[in-house]
């Protein structure tokens, strides 16, 4: 398994940013996928999670009508759309499979850092 988060960057409150992930080393479509976050000091968090076929979206209640999960079965990435974005939703994005959490694996994942 190989995860990859790209697009993280520095917005202002109340802006817009998306992140990506691209996955590698098992069969994407197959798999529901799950954004995470890590703030600083704070344990990481779950965010969303979308089903395999994109027809199921779960997400934490203090993202929800703000985040947007997708994802292109064909490109095997799964994408974070955020708005609305909080000083507190600064953190470390990750992705992963909610199936494979027990291997420990996680990527580098990538910074969105909210500040005016």
């Known amino acids: 398994v190989q995860l990859v988060e790209s697009g993280g960057g520095l917005v202002q409150p109340g802006g817009s940013l998306s992140v990506s992930c691209a996955a590698s080393?098992?069969?994407?479509?197959?798999?529901?996928m799950s954004w995470y976050r890590q703030a600083p000091g704070k344990e990481r968090e779950w965010v969303a999670t979308?089903?395999?076929?994109?027809?199921?979206?779960n997400y934490a209640d203090s993202v929800k009508g703000r985040f947007t999960i997708s994802r292109d079965n064909a490109k095997n990435t799964v994408y974070l759309s955020m708005s609305s974005l909080k000083r507190e939703d600064t953190a470390v994005y990750y992705c992963n499979v909610p199936t494979f959490l027990s291997t420990g694996y996680w990527g580098q994942g990538t910074q969105v850092t909210v500040s005016s």
């Open positions: 080393g098992f069969t994407f479509s197959r798999y529901a």
């Open positions: 979308i089903g395999s076929t994109a027809i199921s979206k």
